[in-house]
C-alpha cells in the first residue's frame, strides 16, 4: 500500500558531492513537494511542483535544484553537498488544488561528511 | 505573513490525559488548517483537518478547536494512550489557488506515559 516512495532511507555523502534524492508516486498526483526536516525548525519547504516540468521555489531552495519529466517522478538535487544540508528529507504528494491533503513518503535520512 | 507558531515543543501527559497542542497563523487567507501525526522512521501523515467555517471538529479521540477571530486553531487528544506519543505538526495553506505549499509549525514532540 505504499503511495509516495524514496529510493533511498539511509545516505551518506561526501562534501562536494553531486546528490539525487528520487522520489515516485503512484497516486496520479499533480503536486509534488520536497521538504527537509530539522530538529526544532519543523518541516521546511524546499521546492515544489504542479505539473511535469514546472517547479516553484519554497522557502529554503538554496543549494537545491530539482527535476519533474515525468509526472509520478519529482528529483531532488543537491549540486555540491555541504555538511549543511544534512538533514531528514521527506517527498510529498497531493492532488492539484487539494487545499493540503498531502502524502508523504518515509523519508530520506542525508549525512554529508 | 506565512508563518505558523506551534507550542508546546515537547508535552508529556500521563495515560488518560488530554494533551492540547496550540497553533497561531498570520495569513488571514489561509483556509486549510490539517495536523500531521509523525512516528519516529516515518513521514508525517494527515491526522485530522478543519476549515474555517466550523469552530470544531472531531475525529474519534481527536479534536480540532478552530478560532478564527483570533487565528488560532488546537489539537486536543481525548482518552491518550502510549501509542499516541509521536510529533504532531500543524498546517496552514491558502487553498485551490496554487500556492507555494503548506507551511507548517515546527512540531510538538508528545510523549504518553503508561
Known amino acids: 500500500d505504499v503511495k509516495v516512495t524514496q529510493s533511498s532511507r539511509y545516505l551518506v555523502k561526501r562534501t562536494g558531492e553531486k546528490v539525487f534524492l528520487e522520489c515516485v508516486q503512484d497516486m496520479d498526483h499533480e503536486n509534488m513537494f520536497w521538504y527537509r526536516q530539522d530538529p526544532g525548525l519543523g518541516l521546511r519547504l524546499i521546492y515544489f511542483?504542479?505539473?511535469?516540468?514546472?517547479?516553484e521555489k519554497g522557502d529554503i531552495p538554496e543549494g537545491y535544484s530539482v527535476s519533474r519529466e515525468k509526472k509520478e517522478r519529482f528529483s531532488l538535487i543537491l549540486e555540491s553537498a555541504s555538511t549543511n544540508q544534512t538533514s531528514m528529507y521527506l517527498c510529498?504528494?497531493?492532488?492539484?488544488?487539494?487545499?493540503?491533503?498531502?502524502?508523504f513518503g518515509s523519508g530520506t535520512r542525508l549525512t554529508v561528511v | 505573513q506565512q508563518q505558523v507558531k506551534q507550542s508546546p515543543q515537547s508535552l508529556i501527559v500521563q495515560k488518560g490525559g488530554i494533551p492540547i497542542i496550540n497553533c497561531a497563523y498570520e495569513?488571514?487567507?489561509?483556509?486549510?488548517f490539517p495536523w500531521y501525526q509523525q512516528f519516529p522512521g516515518k513521514g508525517p501523515a494527515l491526522l485530522i483537518a478543519?476549515?474555517?467555517?466550523?469552530s470544531e471538529k472531531k475525529e474519534g479521540r481527536f479534536t480540532i478547536s478552530f478560532n478564527k477571530s483570533a487565528k488560532q486553531f488546537s489539537l486536543h487528544i481525548m482518552d491518550s494512550q502510549p501509542g499516541d506519543s509521536a510529533t504532531y505538526f500543524c498546517?496552514?495553506?491558502?487553498?485551490?489557488?496554487?500556492?507555494?505549499?503548506?507551511?507548517f509549525g515546527k512540531g510538538t514532540h508528545l510523549i504518553i506515559q503508561p
Open positions: 511542483s504542479y505539473d511535469v516540468k514546472m517547479k
Open positions: 498546517a496552514a495553506c491558502v487553498s485551490g489557488g496554487g500556492a507555494d505549499g503548506l507551511t
Open positions: 510529498a504528494s497531493s492532488i492539484l488544488w487539494t487545499g493540503g491533503g498531502y502524502t
Open positions: 478543519i476549515r474555517p467555517d466550523v
Open positions: 495569513n488571514t487567507a489561509f483556509d486549510y
